[in-house]
C-alpha cells in the first residue's frame, strides 16, 4: 500500500485526512462524477461536504476533485493532487503536489482564504506522509510509490 493508494480512495479519504470522520459514495461505484458526502470533525467551520470526483488517472497519478455542496464557505473549490516517485537524499521516496482554486468569500480577504485552504492542505500531506511511511513499515518490500 503506497502513497498512491491512499490518495486515490476517493471513497475513504479519512484513511489519511485527519479532519474527515466519514465519507459515503453516492451510487457505490467510484468513476468520474462519483458523489461524495463528507463529514467533518469538529474544529473546523463546516459539517459536511458534498464532492465530486472530476478525475481519476491510475497511470499518471493525478486525482481531481470538486466540491459540489456542504455547509463550508469554499465555493468552487477544486483541487488537483499528483504523486510523482522521487529520489530524496538518495532514497526512494514520494513527492505529493496539491494544488487548488477557490473563489474568495464575502468579508475575507485573498490572503485569509489561501491561508486557511493551505493550512487544512499542510495537515492532509503531513498525516499522508504519517499514514504512508507507518503502511510502508509495515509492509517494507513495497515501495511507497505504488
Known amino acids: 500500500m503506497g502513497v498512491w493508494s491512499l490518495v486515490r480512495s476517493f471513497d475513504q479519504p479519512q ?45 499518471e497519478h493525478i486525482l481531481s476533485v470538486k466540491f459540489v455542496g456542504g455547509d463550508h464557505r469554499l465555493r468552487n473549490y477544486s ?7 522521487e529520489s530524496i ?4 521516496g514520494t513527492l505529493v503536489i496539491e494544488s487548488f482554486v477557490v473563489d474568495v468569500p464575502d468579508g475575507n480577504t485573498k490572503d485569509e482564504t489561501c491561508y486557511f485552504v493551505e493550512a487544512v492542505i499542510k495537515c492532509n500531506l503531513t ?20
Open 15 to 59: 484513511r489519511y485526512k485527519p479532519f474527515v470522520s466519514r465519507c459515503v459514495v453516492r451510487g457505490g461505484d467510484l468513476e468520474i462524477g462519483s458523489v461524495r458526502e463528507v463529514n467533518v470533525k469538529t474544529g473546523l467551520p463546516a459539517t459536511t461536504s458534498t464532492e465530486r470526483l472530476e478525475l481519476l488517472d491510475d497511470d
Open 79 to 85: 483541487s488537483i493532487i499528483t504523486v510523482h516517485p
Open 89 to 92: 537524499d538518495g532514497r526512494p
Open 127 to 146: 498525516s499522508l506522509a504519517e499514514v504512508s511511511e507507518r503502511l510502508a513499515v509495515q509492509s517494507p518490500t513495497l515501495p511507497l510509490e505504488q
